[in-house]
């Protein structure tokens, strides 16, 4: 069982950057992939950023890359996401999540209760 906390989230203008936090629970966060996923209002959830669970392997979608950078710290039971020139179409709620690496969300099996992201133009 893994319980996650997100934190770091807030308004910022357009162009600004903003560091989110996932800590987690456990004793075996280092065993899990973590992932950055968002959901804006009316829109389906979708991935943002994966990293494996060493830290190796990470992914970005399409619309992020260059922009957010995926980390973790696993001695600190932590994951991270830079993001920064963040943009209007940015905002969302942003969740973390834990499981098997990969870019469907069903993959993960934990989910922390997201944090508000807000990007104004």
């Known amino acids: 069982q893994v319980q996650l906390v997100e934190s770091g989230g807030g308004l910022v203008q357009a162009g600004g950057s903003l560091r989110l936090s996932c800590a987690a629970s456990g004793r075996t966060f280092s065993s899990y992939a973590m992932g950055w996923f968002r959901q804006a209002p009316g829109k389906e959830r979708e991935l943002v950023a994966a990293?494996?669970?060493?830290?190796?392997?990470?992914h970005y979608a399409d619309s992020v890359k260059g922009r957010f950078t995926i980390s973790r710290d696993n001695a600190k039971n932590t994951v991270y996401l830079q993001m920064n020139s963040l943009k209007p179409e940015d905002t969302a709620v942003y969740y973390c999540?834990?499981?098997?690496?990969?870019?469907?969300?069903?993959?993960?099996?934990?989910w922390g209760q997201g944090t508000q992201v807000t990007v104004s133009s």
């Open positions: 990293i494996s669970y060493s830290g190796v392997s990470t």
């Open positions: 999540a834990a499981g098997s690496y990969g870019l469907d969300l069903y993959k993960y099996d934990y």
